[in-house]
């Protein structure tokens, strides 16, 4: 079980997910929105070795913690090209609702065009799903996948902000995250967990896809 521990962050509660690899001490650090020393002293407690630092897309409570997590543990940080603006001048609301956001730095320009990252015996695979931002991104390994806001238990991510699109979100949730498996385990950017199985069945936005 990959997934090592998931901390609620920054006054968005963002679901920020440490994964470990399997056979190996290596970890990933998924949307670390904030609070970043609370994601520091649980990597250091557990003696990880930090790997990569993704976010699911560009927006500040997804990406405010990366930079002081970054610059103290390295690793390889993944955000999509395509959502970088959103980062270097987010709007001073989110920002005040987040508390000690810091620009994240320039994403790593070797993971940009790849499909799969390597981890420990197995691997991450990265699923493009545009809609909530153009860049927006899932992350899937062994069963599990982390969806930031683009699916939600029982809901979806808003499309109303800058750059989002309601139509290409729901195409890139039908083409791409309804052909899993319904036993896949789905972890959002906020609020609790469920599966695809369940999504597929009860939640509202789906219906008729
Ligand atoms: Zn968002």
Redesign the pocket.
């Known amino acids: 079980m990959p997934l090592f521990e998931t901390i609620p962050v920054g006054g968005l509660q963002t679901n920020c997910y440490i994964l470990t690899a399997p056979d190996s001490t290596e970890c990933a650090v998924i949307d670390p929105g904030g609070e970043p020393q609370r994601v520091i002293e649980v990597l250091k407690a557990a003696e990880l070795e930090l790997r990569y630092v993704l976010s699911t897309?560009g927006?500040a409570?997804?990406t405010g913690g990366v930079a002081p997590i970054h610059d103290e543990l390295g690793g390889q940080f993944y955000l999509e090209e395509s959502d970088v603006f959103y980062s270097v001048d987010p709007p001073d609301w989110l920002v005040a609702a987040l508390g000690g956001f810091v620009a994240p730095p320039n994403p790593d320009a070797s993971l940009q065009d790849v499909q799969s990252l390597g981890f420990g015996s197995s691997a991450i695979q990265l699923i493009r799903t545009p809609g909530?931002?153009p860049g927006s991104t899932c992350f899937l390994i062994d069963g599990m996948v982390f969806t930031?806001?683009t699916l939600f238990r029982g809901s979806i991510?808003?499309y109303d902000?800058p750059g989002g699109d309601g139509r290409q979100e729901l195409e890139s949730i039908r083409d791409h995250l309804l052909v899993l498996p319904d036993e896949t385990q789905v972890f959002p950017?906020h609020g609790p967990s469920s599966t695809i199985g369940e999504e597929r069945r009860s939640n509202p936005y789906l219906a008729g896809l």
Do not use: P, V, W
Request: glycine letters at 24%; a negative charge; hydrophobic letters at 10%.
């Open positions: 897309h927006h409570d997804h909530h931002t930031g806001d991510g808003r902000l950017g």
